[in-house]
């Protein structure tokens, strides 16, 4: 899989991308990784990605002519204007970072994670010209509901979060399987709940089960004697209730989302 990052700051990603799961998927050539410096696309001296929002208000807004080309040229291809429809490649999806964008969910990642390619647009300033989100990118990506300085971060966030999905890409396979928002910790029909079939939306997911390793009892908070019995079955029981009383403490929308 091909992740391109479009970005003003191509430099913030040089650390992140040599660290953890995303750096061990390059090594195995699991995914290719290039960052896009959009100033490259710019034609004033001044190297402008920006300008003053038509209608007055604060703040600078990025402009569509470098966003276009930035990605037509990692694409190889125009993507049109207002006269041409824009033939889309099912297996590419252009996704701008921004705020104002649907909500990532770990189903969005495992819907990405079937595709070939990835375009990260990273927003920046007040935002971005609305022709960029409604005629480039084939979907407009939040992270949650908070405002950052721009879309590096959440770009990052969202490269981790679907690398990790990719087989091969984890030592253990069931890691991506038994985790929070996970299509296995669906809730079971005793839980009031009905699961989906894996890699289907779903409106109901568990947070993960509660975790303990050694020592075995710590200042007097001992782990949970069905752990060490050897019941794997019991085990298993005890795992989902726990994850169902979790959610429903931290995360009861997850039990009630439409």
Known sequence: ????????????????????????????????????????????????VDDRPFGGGEGMVLKPEPLF???????????????????????TVIVLMSAAGKLFRQETARRYSQLRRMILICGRYEGVDERVAQHLATEEISIGDFVLSGGELPALLVMDAVTRLLPGALGNEASSQNESFSASLSPSPGDSVQP?????????????????????????????????????????????????????RNRPDLLARE
Not at 9 to 32: D, K, M, S, Y
Not at 34 to 47: A, S
Not at 72 to 91: C, H, I, M, Y
Not at 224 to 241: D, S
């Open 1 to 48: 899989m091909r992740f391109d990052l479009i970005t003003i700051f191509p430099e913030f990603f040089t650390g992140p991308l040599e660290h953890g799961i995303v750096r061990r998927a390059r090594e195995a050539g699991l995914i290719q990784v290039h960052v896009q410096d959009l100033r490259e696309f710019t034609k004033d001296r001044h190297r402008s």
């Open 69 to 91: 080309e930035a990605v037509e040229s990692l694409l190889d291809r125009s993507v049109g204007d207002a006269s041409e429809q824009n033939t889309k490649d099912p297996g």
């Open 196 to 248: 989906k079939r894996k890699y289907e939306p779903m409106k109901n997911v568990l947070l993960d089960f509660p975790h303990y390793t050694r020592p075995a009892e710590y200042r007097g908070w001992k782990v949970p004697e069905i752990l060490v019995g050897g019941n794997h079955a019991e085990v298993a029981k005890w795992r989902r209730q726990q994850a169902m009383k979790k959610t429903r």
